[in-house]
């Protein structure tokens, strides 16, 4: 006999575009407390899992991964009409990723250079986060995403509550922590000020600097921190990137790490 699916529950979709895989770990990765998610929400699309409906029509659709293909744009389109909420997932979701940093660099030029029959390669001229091709309703930030963000996502949907947005500064989870600040102690180049928590502090609780996976918090002030950077005695180019890494599309970073490239090639001038 089938089993009856709870008519309260949310119908869930899971989908990946141009990524690893990694952020589709926070949903498998739970153990125990995967069994009380499946008791929350119906899973109808996510192939990590064993379930493949891609075109089902669903309530809520995770997406991973960025737009870097024809492709990827086109599922990207087909997902924003099968769901009610759509929410991008993890860093290539809402920045780019890592593979975004070929928008800063000739692409074709790479591509002749790896491939001996580039023209069989079918890929847009940027990789960019899903937001900037579709209506995304909400975002959860990080590289990967954590088991927490999801829970606490799906949680606030089903009681009804409007998500918030989680985007405070990793400095204030290193206060709540109690840990010595590396940039005051060690004079290391920590992008703490200017990323979001949702970490809980891990690089610096292990005496590194921040590197940024969470991407840009609330009111950035990239451009004091980089001069900050410049006082420890990084070059144009180390600070330059600093802020292209994982993020390196999103909008301050971006801005940030092209300042300094120009300064860079001013001073090679």
Not at 34 to 46: N, P, Y
């Amino acid at each position: 006999m089938s089993q009856q699916v709870n008519p309260t529950k949310l119908t869930v979709a899971l989908h990946k575009l141009t990524s690893c895989s990694g952020c589709q770990l926070a949903f498998l990765n739970q153990g125990a407390t995967l069994l009380e998610l499946v008791e929350l929400v119906d899973f109808k699309h996510f192939i990590e899992a064993g379930l493949n409906h891609p075109d089902e029509k669903v309530d809520l659709a995770f997406v991973e991964g960025s737009v870097s293909t024809p492709e990827d744009l086109k599922r990207a389109q087909q997902i924003r009409q099968n769901s009610k909420l759509v929410v991008s997932i993890g860093a290539c979701a809402t920045s780019g990723g890592v593979q975004a940093l070929r928008n800063m660099a000739d692409g074709n030029a790479w591509m002749q250079a790896v491939y001996t029959r580039p023209d069989f390669i079918a890929t847009l001229a940027t990789s960019t986060g899903v937001a900037e091709h579709i209506k995304v309703d909400f975002e959860l930030w990080g590289c990967p995403i954590t088991v927490r963000q999801v829970n606490h996502f799906i949680r606030q949907l089903l009681f009804g509550a409007r998500p918030r947005p989680e985007a405070e500064k990793l400095c204030m989870e290193c206060k709540r922590r109690q840990l010595v600040c590396v940039m005051v102690t060690q004079q290391a180049p920590c992008l703490g000020p200017v990323v979001r928590t949702g970490c809980g502090a891990l690089c610096p609780a292990f005496g590194r600097a921040c590197y940024g996976c969470f991407g840009p918090s609330e009111q950035p002030n990239c451009h004091s921190l980089a001069n900050r950077f410049a006082g420890l005695g990084l070059v144009p180019r180390e600070i330059a990137q600093r802020f292209a890494s994982i993020h390196s599309h999103s909008k301050p970073f971006r801005k940030e790490s092209h300042h300094w490239q120009a300064i860079e090639v001013k001073e090679i001038e």
